[in-house]
């Protein structure tokens, strides 16, 4: 595991947004530089907690410089380089590589289907561009085109691409990678996405998560860590479980609207929404985040 250049828990920063609907990129500074007071090994941006999607490239461009601009090398940075083609990932990873990230989070291309040879063929050409920059694979099938198993070795074989990312939440495909690696790159990392499941994910031989509850619940993801690493299933299966009615209630709104109100509760968070809400899904989210604010009083993450 010391070869492995991801390793840990990173936290995804949302993407808060102003009244005007601009990107709020001095709130991104905010978080970044709160972030880089904590345990965690790193701070993703432009993920699909981030809400890449719904940026420009240009915001995306942005928001990577402004939390570079907070973390000043303090933490290693991550960010989203995933588009609808390799060229718009490859002039992502340019850009990132100018400010000194250490990865780039790359899902295959969204909206059109591509078949496992295509999504070989995608990162093959990530390679092509040289960018000087880790690529991180990314496994988000609700989203983008799925990286088939039996196409796992071969993405392995590719240097420029240094670990895998999982946020299917299929525990079982998770152990199938783990067991691959094993066989094929002993430097290569597999890392989850999942919160609900890190605890299961670090024990069965994920070297480390990028996930949206890092990002606001550090101190209690780095305890999962220090549990699982002593082997204390009982203390580890607590924290874990502290997390879950939280992740239940931002999991009741569509993905990712309930994690930006998670972060409006518990880190006052302020933020508008480019999603469209009619006026019944305000109402939900109104007591929704009453609940959240509730739980929250009686929990003790942090």
Known sequence: ????????????????????????YNQVERMADRLCGTELAGIVV?????????????????VMRAAANAIQGRKALVCGATGPD???????????????????????PYYFRYSGDEVVEFYRALGRADCGVAVVAYQIPDFSSPIPLNKTQELMSFPWV???????????????QIDLRNGVREDFSILTGTDDALAACLFGGC???FTALAALFPQTIVQIYRAVQAGDQEEAGRLQASLLPLTRLADRLPFPAGYKLLAEAALGMETSYRQPFGERAQGEMREIQREMRALLQKSQVS
């Open 207 to 209: 070297d480390g998560s």
């Open 86 to 108: 390799s060229r718009t990932c490859a002039s992502y990873l340019l850009h990132m590589a100018k400010l000194g990230a250490q990865g780039a989070l790359t899902a295959p």
């Open 1 to 24: 595991m010391k070869n492995r250049m991801f390793q840990g828990a990173y936290g995804i920063i949302p993407t808060p947004f102003r009244e005007d609907g601009k990107v709020d």
């Open 46 to 62: 432009c993920g699909s907690t981030s809400e890449f999607v719904m940026l420009s490239v240009e915001e995306n461009q942005e």
């Open 162 to 176: 240094a670990a895998l990312k999982n946020s299917s939440a299929n525990i079982k495909q998770i152990m199938h």
